[in-house]
């Protein structure tokens, strides 16, 4: 069976890796794959404007050994956002997700993502219309609040104009979003983060599925949080050590990891990297999601040192890759080996 005909595994969002803007993109996410069979992955954050208006195979378009994967959208139109879920349904996806979250001031002009936290009754007219459109589930991510909402009353009002509108699920980022004042990077940091509060959310709704999001950076915290959480979702933890999702599987699935290493799982990507170049795809827009997969391992940097300089030469191919990889050390452990077992002496 070649990798783009594997059977799926069924959709859970026990663990999911975080829709990134510029960052998972279906080459991360191919990639991701082979590196966990079970976590939920998710796209960058598409807009009404963009799947309406804009090329849909390029922006949509996926391999299906990435499944499952969900779609997020921005917007806070009903309509556009029932007719975007319909195309991405047409295309595959297995989850539409509605961002209510992204703090950046493009998004803020185009009235979506965390100033939508401020009309929690349309973000429910659009979880509403999407619900009619589409089989496919419909998910929320929010932030705690903004600005100066108190966040027992926005997070909790918030979470009953969803569920009451048939939402499946709701994903918190447990930081409040500060609009006025800090930057979308500082926004992803400057907030603090209140666990306790996205706990106390799923206390008080015990049958509504809660997700837990903002800094997961190891699946030991991964799994405190599923202690009083349905999922935990991982950001940028995932993507720049991409080698932490092997123990994904067996640590929080039970299951077998799909490579004994980062190493055999990169050099699994090498058909794909030859099928994609074959495309016109360039080396280093796929190679770029690799830079993070070793640490602390003998070669590391010189693997990471291969794929920089020579990955955005013009005709580079699958070779770079495989140099690359040549320069780690197989005889030692890797980080994630490290983590299991940590994990499994708690």
């Known amino acids: 069976m070649t990798k783009s005909a594997h059977k799926p595994a069924p959709l859970s969002r026990r663990f999911s890796v975080a829709p990134m803007m510029e960052w998972t993109d ?9 590196l966990t069979r079970r976590a939920l992955l998710y796209t960058e954050m598409l807009t009404t404007g963009a799947v309406l208006n804009g090329e849909r195979q390029r922006l949509l378009g996926f391999d299906a050994f990435e499944q499952p994967v969900a779609l997020q959208l921005g917007g806070s139109d009903p309509r556009a956002l029932a007719e975007c879920a319909r195309i991405a349904e047409g295309f595959g996806y297995k989850e539409i997700n509605l961002n209510v979250g992204c703090p950046s001031d493009r998004v803020q ?3 979506f993502g965390a100033c939508l936290m401020a009309e929690p009754q349309l973000v429910a007219e659009c979880v509403a219309a999407m ?7 419909v998910t929320v991510k929010c932030r705690l609040g903004i600005d100066d909402q108190d966040t027992e009353v926005s997070l909790a009002t918030m979470a009953q104009a969803v569920q009451a509108a048939g939402a499946d699920t ?3 980022h447990a930081r409040k979003a500060l609009l006025a004042g800090l930057s979308p990077r500082e926004n992803r940091d400057v907030p603090p983060l209140d666990y306790d509060r ?5 206390a008080a709704h015990p049958r509504f599925e809660i997700v837990l999001n903002g800094g997961v950076a190891t699946l030991e915290q991964a799994q405190n949080h599923l202690v009083h959480v349905d999922g935990a979702m991982m950001g940028r933890a ?5 080698w932490r999702l092997l123990t994904v599987d067996p640590v929080l699935f039970g299951e077998p990891a799909p490579f004994a290493s980062a190493k055999e799982a990169a050099l699994a990507l090498v058909p794909y990297i030859e099928r994609e170049l074959s495309n016109g795809v360039r080396l280093h827009g796929i190679t770029r999601h690799l830079l993070g997969l070793f640490r602390a391992v003998p070669g590391a940097r010189a693997f990471r040192r291969h794929l920089a300089t020579e990955a ?9 890759l495989i140099d690359a990889l040549a320069q780690v050390h197989d005889s030692q452990a890797l980080d994630s080996s490290t983590e299991l077992a940590h994990i499994a002496a708690a």
């Open 170 to 172: 709701l994903i918190v």
């Open 238 to 242: 995932a993507y720049q050590e991409p």
């Open 312 to 320: 955005v030469k013009p005709g580079a191919d699958a070779r770079v």
């Open 26 to 34: 279906r080459h991360c996410r191919f990639f991701h794959r082979l």
């Open 109 to 111: 002009e185009g009235r």
């Open 198 to 202: 996205v706990y106390r959310l799923k």
């Open 131 to 137: 619900k009619r459109a589409v089989a496919l589930p």
